[in-house]
């Protein structure tokens, strides 16, 4: 049900206080703006450029730092707490908003209603300004949305069940929608705002707090109140505070003007500069009288860009940058069999993390993403699709046998695999590789070139490496295999590396496609590494007497989702290939 657009006037006082900060004068009431501030036009739009930003007070305080001061509430109470924060498109001014949807206005920011005078079901938690600056959301914690200027109403949660409270919102740079996040990062999207990914399936360490949308609206991120940091879309990740050592919780988040890096605050306004986001000040360790709720950046644009025409967003395989190629030596990760229950989705998450923070030229994953015992569900795959595309690097994803093989109908799992992940000729990740993939129907076998060395991935699942479900799998990994290595010879490769599930020393496995690794191997002369998962202990050694230039390395899984292998790969090494064991 739409909600009604309540206006009353609200009171703007515009104060700015904190140590080492100038201090102003109270303005008037009556929803106007505060007058200009003490610092002239030039100066303003020097700072505004700088890459600064606003905390905000509980009790309506406005802390600049290397952005320009439009005033604050210091000195006169709010009837209700501070929750929320936006800024004006210019960067020349900025709203508050209370727990009641009181607004008040500063700079050239304009009053368009408010909540204020009316009795709501649930307080607000957070606003969002329209791109032209002539209207506003706010939203409470049932994920009620009041629209107010020419901010358009596009639906909400308010008449739902939720499983969490929603902590914030983001619109779209179109203006034409809006995403609401719950505290277990949930997204809600309305209009033309596009699902990138959640973590509402999983357990989280602490909470989510916040979120910021990417400049283009095609992903966001959120923050949760320990620093950890999920990025989905093409919303870039940068790093995070998580695994700091923090005296209070990590409370809000805005990101930088040029959407390559954000900045994250403490309730005591301590804050923590990620990406292009510059450091210029923090509250920490000043005798602020009431706890920081938000932090806010001027967006600095000249003026609201222009809406495009509504539309679906692009496919993901469509937004995401091509990955450099590698200039020497080069660093890898290896990622096994994953996302046996919850709780290792949970951990797979904050490795993701650690990965994302490290300048790995790729990372491949090679088998299992669910419980054997688990159903075989497209939601399930949805999942693990946005969970691997969230990746800073490009991710290549091989499959293993639990989620098709060794389901009720592996002729459709697989395909609905294929559809899901291989549907176009690039990786996944917030960068991407383009890749030579097998013709169809085995498109999920692909292969690319780095450094001069091969990679390729097959579709050999455990725990024998065939599957009746898959009609002529064993002929098409046998041509591909060989494929790798013509290309290996061809262009003179000083490595191999060859991805698959299944664990050849098992007892149970593809003889032949064994065979023809030995013997390609062999023939080779060069270093060949074979990355394997399935049967869930880390192994690494020379297990073939009759090619002893033939690595196998079975990389960590279920229990140890922490861990990940590193490869540094040097072609100017004689042994090409490096190995270190890592953790999150």
């Known amino acids: 049900m739409r909600r009604a657009k309540f206006r009353r006037l609200a009171v703007a006082?515009?104060?700015?206080?904190?140590?080492?900060?100038?201090?102003?004068?109270?303005?008037?009431p009556g929803g106007s703006t505060a007058?200009?501030?003490?610092?002239?036009?030039?100066?303003?739009?020097?700072?505004?450029?700088?890459?600064?930003?606003?905390?905000?007070?509980?009790?309506?305080?406005?802390?600049?730092?290397?952005?320009?001061?439009?005033?604050?509430?210091s000195g006169r109470t709010p009837a209700r707490p501070i929750t929320g924060a936006a800024a004006t498109p210019s960067g020349e001014g900025?709203?508050?908003?209370?727990?009641?949807?009181?607004?008040?206005?500063?700079?050239?920011?304009?009053f368009f209603g408010s909540t204020g005078a009316m009795r709501l079901n649930k307080p607000i938690v957070g606003m969002a300004g329209t791109p032209s600056g002539a209207g506003y959301w706010l939203v409470a914690t049932d994920g009620g949305i009041f629209a107010f200027g020419d901010a358009g109403f596009f639906g909400s949660t308010g008449a739902m069940r939720l499983n969490k409270p929603i902590v914030g919102m983001a619109s779209t740079p179109t203006g034409r929608g809006y995403w609401l996040v719950a505290s277990d990062g949930g997204i809600f999207a309305f209009g033309d705002a596009g699902f990138f990914g959640s973590t509402g399936a999983i357990i989280l360490n602490k909470p989510i707090t916040g979120m910021s949308s990417s400049r283009t609206g095609r992903g966001y991120r959120f923050v949760a109140s320990?620093?950890?940091?999920?990025s989905f879309g093409d919303a870039a990740y940068a790093g995070s505070a998580a695994g700091r050592r923090m005296a209070n919780p990590i409370v809000g988040m805005a990101g930088s003007p040029t959407g390559n890096g954000y900045w994250l605050t403490g309730s005591s306004g301590v804050v923590y500069a990620y990406g292009d986001a510059k450091h210029q000040g923090s509250t920490a360790g000043a005798p602020i009288p009431a706890p920081i709720v938000a932090i806010v950046a001027p967006p600095h644009l000249p003026q609201a860009p222009a809406a495009p025409s509504p539309g679906p967003p692009p496919a993901p395989g469509d937004r995401a940058p091509e990955a450099p190629a590698p200039d020497g030596p080069f660093t890898i990760a290896l990622i096994g069999d994953s996302g046996y229950n919850a709780e290792q989705d949970r951990i797979l998450l904050n490795t993701r993390t650690a990965i994302s923070s490290r300048p790995y030229a790729f990372v491949v994953h090679d088998g299992d993403i669910q419980h054997p015992d688990d159903p075989c569900t497209d939601e399930r795959l949805q999942y693990v699709y946005e969970l691997f595309d969230g990746f800073s690097s490009?991710?290549?994803f091989t499959p293993g046998d639990n989620e098709w093989a060794d389901c009720p109908d592996p002729e459709a799992r697989l395909a609905a695999i294929r559809q899901r992940f291989f549907s176009d000729a690039r990786s996944l990740g917030q960068r991407r590789l383009t890749l030579t993939r097998q013709a169809a129907p085995w498109v999920e076998n692909a292969r690319w070139t780095a450094g001069n060395i091969v990679f390729a991935t097959l579709n050999v699942p455990g725990p024998d490496g065939r599957s009746d479900g898959a009609e002529g799998l064993h002929d098409a990994n046998v041509a591909w295999l060989n494929a790798a290595f013509d290309t290996a010879e061809a262009q003179q490769s000083r490595g191999v590396m060859i991805i698959w599930q299944d664990d050849p020393f098992d007892g149970n496995s593809d003889e032949e496609l064994e065979d023809v690794l030995i013997s390609r191997t062999r023939a080779f002369d060069k270093p060949v590494v074979l990355v394997h998962g399935d049967t869930h202990v880390y192994r690494l050694g020379k297990e073939w007497r009759e090619a002893p230039n033939l690595i196998e390395l079975q990389t960590y899984a279920q229990a140890n989702v922490d861990h990940w292998v590193e490869v540094t790969i040097d072609p100017a090494n004689p042994d090409v290939f490096t190995f270190g064991r890592q953790q999150s």
């Open 94 to 110: 900025y709203w508050l908003v209370g727990t009641d949807g009181g607004i008040f206005s500063f700079g050239d920011a304009r």
């Open 394 to 396: 490009p991710l290549v």
């Open 226 to 230: 320990d620093g950890g940091l999920f």
């Open 35 to 73: 007058g200009p501030s003490p610092i002239d036009g030039q100066a303003r739009a020097a700072a505004a450029s700088s890459g600064g930003y606003w905390l905000v007070g509980s009790d309506g305080n406005v802390y600049p730092f290397g952005a320009p001061a439009h005033g604050s509430l």
């Open 13 to 28: 006082v515009a104060v700015l206080s904190v140590a080492g900060v100038t201090r102003a004068v109270a303005g008037a």
